[in-house]
């Protein structure tokens, strides 16, 4: 009876140790996961935050390069012509002087909005993608256009500087390269999504010829990507260019 009693309580220790044991392993490798995750969880913040700080530069550097521009091509000829007209100025042309020194100041409290470093560091998406449109055609740059359709909801502000920085690449290449006459922007926001599709009517291009770096199709998926966004770009000869974005809030 004593051995009986003996084995019972040996086979429960072994029992009791088993099941300690493995609730220690367990235990063990569920720590470790969870480590991981956090690891993991913390380098995609680490690399998010530094996307967005990138990106804010480069639409800094972008904005700079644009006012150095207009300063040069649109500001500078209207204060060249103000100064003209004031040489030979008469009764019958101070109208016309007026009118120079009008469109000449609103030309620059425009840029003023873009020289504000907060405009960069607290940009909100259509308001930016808006004076983007406006200084096109503004500048006569190209004929640009702006459709919002749906009810608006408000992007995330730091994934509506990544949208903004890619659509601003499309722009530039647009402007630069394209040929364009025409490009026409459409938001539209339907339940949780968000579709943004940019086009031109520029020359073209046949996408599978054309190196992905020298398109920047590369960095701009790789940059949606970090907003759980898809992006996708459609182009062939004489038919223009059209930039499709899916942004889900």
Avoid at 206 to 218: A, D, N
Avoid at 221 to 240: D, F, M, N, V, Y
């Amino acid at each position: 009876m004593q051995q009986e009693g003996r084995e019972i309580l040996i086979i429960t220790t072994l029992i009791i140790v088993v099941i300690v044991v493995f609730l220690i392993i367990l235990f063990t490798v569920f720590q470790r996961r969870k480590n991981k995750l956090l690891q993991e969880r913390n380098s995609i913040k680490k690399q998010f935050e530094r996307e967005i700080a990138e990106t804010q530069i480069e639409i800094r550097e972008e904005t700079l390069r644009n006012i150095s521009w207009e300063l040069h091509d649109n500001i500078g000829q209207l204060l060249t012509l103000a100064k003209i007209q004031l040489q030979h100025a008469s009764p019958d042309n101070m109208g016309e002087i007026t009118e120079t020194i009008t469109k000449s100041l609103t030309e620059i409290r425009a840029l003023s909005k873009s020289i504000n470093p907060e405009f960069i560091n607290n940009i909100k998406f259509i308001d930016a993608l808006q004076l983007e449109i406006e200084r096109f055609n503004r500048l006569n740059y190209i004929n640009a256009r702006l459709t919002i359709l749906g009810e608006t909801k408000e992007v995330n502000q730091k994934h509506g500087i990544i949208i903004f920085r890619v659509l601003q690449e499309f722009f530039s290449n647009t402007i630069k390269h394209s040929k364009a006459t025409n490009l026409d922007v459409v938001l539209e926001y339907r339940n949780n999504v968000l579709d943004i599709v940019a086009k031109d009517n520029g020359v073209g291009f046949e996408v599978e010829k054309v190196t992905l770096k020298g398109i920047g199709l590369q960095n701009i998926k790789a940059r949606i990507k970090l907003i759980k966004a898809k992006a996708t770009l459609k182009s062939e000869p004489k038919k223009g260019t059209t930039l499709t974005i899916n942004y889900y809030f």
